[in-house]
Structures are given as structure tokens and as C-alpha cells.
């Protein structure tokens, strides 16, 4: 929120209660819910509309300071502990409002309503390619500013990524970043308090889809969110994020299913001997989705401004004894690769 915003929600104590049913009229179109606070700035407790009713039909006049009618067993985050928990928590209360305090004092308010969850990572999305199988319309625009739906691709996962309360992010450009970069400055000031920082970073030259990790600087968490800037996917990052924490996995690989059905009867064979036919059979398998959450020690293996491919990183995990996790993506998936695919998801969108 902004200091304005923040504040409005924000009543001393010893207010009365008529003076909280005044502010809480005022925020009409917000969530209401008032934080109560003593002279110093400590959050003491919450009020609510049923909060001043239950006061009343206590019989207590509407003089009466809030302190008498206010909630004391609010949740709060406490800086950057328990994130995820607290908002989870906060949902399962359908709590409109949860305050973020640091040594008790409010820093900020978080809208439920507006996120799906908080979850503490960083994020980088690739957007450095040359999108050379959708010329000519790469020609001049780089692939993440191709508009799906009327809106770019990159400017979608964005808005994902905020809807998961991910707001340290960084953009990998390349190939025509003059425009990602300034398409980002432009956004950054269209936007009165950009719930993301969207910083890009250079690379000077190609270095795949994981070398140019190694030139971001401003990590904050543990782990890491990466993934290709040109999908569309409705991913959970949330029940992605569980899984990848209790599986202790170093590195959780999106995955989509990919069906592979064989219109001929497949031999079985031992030699040149067949054994058995199998008529016109169905393959089920996973493929790498483009999306990865990997622990953020694992920086310290990708070689600095050298080139790196995420299948390549992951094979010489797997090859080093380090657990490597894939997560189901249920749902759209779309990679803006090709002109079917982008003509699949504008016509999707556009339903």
C-alpha cells in the first residue's frame, strides 16, 4: 500500500468508536478494517464493523475508546518470518487485511483480496531470445513484447508472478533489450507503487537459459524462481513452491504432460526375434515446462558470464547426488514459440 493508503486504515486506541465507524464510512470501495495502535506506533489490535456492533449490543456508548471493542488475537507478519504460513493463515480466516510489522510497528498492509499468496523467492524470467521461428513478427519487437490478448506475454507473467505476492524480479534481455527495458521504465511509472520492482539485466552476449543468472545482483530469498518470460500457464506457484520445500528438493522442474500415441503396432523384440506386437499403442511422459525453483546455493555452481542451459545444469545435478524434483503443471500451458502456438493463445484469450 501506499503511506496514504496505510494510514487510513491505521487508528490510535483512544479513538472513540464513534471516530472508527467515521473512518471505517470513508473507506468505502476498501476492505474494512481498521489497525489500532498505542502512542508509539505498536500495533494492539484490529476493529471491524462487527467489532463496534458487538460493542454496542455490550451496552458500551459510542464514546467508548476502540481499545474496549478491538480485536487483540490479529495475525500479523512479522517481517520475514512465516510469510507464506501467515497469509495462508490469513486466507483460511478470510481476512480481507493482514498487517506486515517490524518490532511491532506497522511497515506495510497486504490486501488479500489481491494476491494469491506470499511466498518468499526471487524470480528471473528469461527474455533474451531471438524468437527466430516467429519472424517476421520478431523482426522488430522482441518475442516477450508480442501481445496476447491485447497485452504483452512478459507483462501476463508479471502480473502472475504479483498475484503470488513475488515482488523482487528480474528480466535477462538480450536481443533488441532497448525496447524490454524501456517498455519496463514506462510500466514502473504508469504505476503509482508497482507491487513488482522489475529490474532488467544485460547480458552481452547469449548465455542460455541459466548463464545469465550468474550476472543478477539483489537476491533477498533462498530460493529461486526461473522461467521462460514467453508462457502462458495457469501454474500454481504456491502448491509448486510446498512441494518443492518438502521434498527438500535443490532444484523443482515444471512439468507438463506430453502424450506421444503411435498409429502402427510396435514389435516387441529380442534380437532380430519379434516377441509380441503391440497395436497402435499410447506413451505418456513429462516435459520440462520451462519453469524452475532452485535453491539459491546452487548459484555458486553456474560458472560466472558463461554460457548454461538448464538441461545441461540439471544433468550435472543429477550426476553430483543432488535431488532434482518435478512438479505437474495442471492446466494451460502454452509456449509462445511457434505461429500455431501464438495464434492458440490469442484465440484462447480471446474467448
Given amino acids: 500500500m501506499t503511506i496514504k493508503q496505510l494510514n487510513s486504515h491505521i487508528i490510535s486506541c483512544d479513538a472513540s468508536i464513534r471516530d472508527a465507524l467515521e473512518i471505517l464510512n470513508d473507506l468505502s470501495g476498501s476492505p474494512m478494517t481498521l489497525f489500532a495502535v498505542d502512542d508509539n506506533q505498536k500495533l494492539l489490535g484490529t476493529v471491524t464493523g462487527g467489532d463496534i456492533r458487538r460493542a454496542l449490543l455490550r451496552g458500551l456508548p459510542l464514546s467508548t475508546p476502540v481499545n474496549e471493542a478491538m480485536n487483540t488475537g490479529f495475525t500479523a507478519i512479522d517481517s520475514d518470518r512465516n510469510i507464506a504460513a501467515k497469509v495462508a493463515e490469513g486466507k483460511r480466516r478470510k481476512l480481507k487485511l493482514i498487517p506486515v510489522t517490524e518490532n511491532g510497528i506497522i511497515t506495510d498492509i497486504i490486501n488479500l483480496d489481491k494476491i494469491k499468496a506470499l511466498l518468499p523467492i526471487d524470480a528471473v524470467m528469461m527474455a533474451g531470445g531471438r524468437g527466430e521461428r516467429l519472424r517476421p513478427l520478431t523482426i522488430s519487437t522482441p518475442k516477450p513484447l508480442l501481445k496476447v490478448g491485447g497485452k504483452p506475454i512478459i507483462d501476463r507473467n508479471v502480473e502472475i508472478l504479483e498475484q503470488y505476492g513475488i515482488t523482487n524480479v528480474f528480466v535477462t534481455v538480450n536481443y533488441l533489450h532497448e525496447q524490454i527495458e524501456e517498455h519496463f521504465v514506462r510500466r514502473n511509472e504508469s504505476l503509482p507503487t508497482p507491487p513488482a520492482n522489475v529490474r532488467c539485466v544485460l547480458e552481452p552476449r547469449r548465455l542460455g537459459t541459466l548463464g545469465s543468472i550468474s550476472l543478477v545482483e539483489g537476491f533477498r530469498h533462498d530460493n529461486i524462481l526461473v ?32 502424450v506421444v500415441s503411435v498409429p502402427f503396432a510396435i514389435m516387441q523384440t529380442d534380437g532380430t526375434q519379434v516377441k509380441g506386437l503391440e497395436e497402435k499403442p499410447t506413451y505418456n511422459y513429462f516435459a520440462n515446462a520451462g519453469v524452475y525453483m532452485m535453491r539459491r546455493e546452487l548459484l555458486d555452481r553456474i560458472p560466472q558470464g558463461e554460457y548454461l542451459d538448464a538441461p545441461d545444469f540439471i544433468t550435472s545435478l543429477i550426476a553430483a547426488g543432488r535431488r532434482v524434483e518435478y512438479f505437474p503443471i495442471e492446466g494451460r500451458w502454452i509456449d509462445i514459440g511457434s505461429p500455431d502456438d501464438y495464434r492458440t493463445a490469442n484465440e484462447l484469450l480471446s474467448k
Fill in 227 to 258: 522461467m521462460n518470460s514467453d508462457l502462458l500457464t495457469a501454474i500454481d506457484f504456491e502448491k509448486m513452491w510446498k512441494h518443492h520445500m518438502k521434498s527438500g528438493a535443490d532444484l523443482t522442474m515444471g512439468a507438463v504432460p506430453y
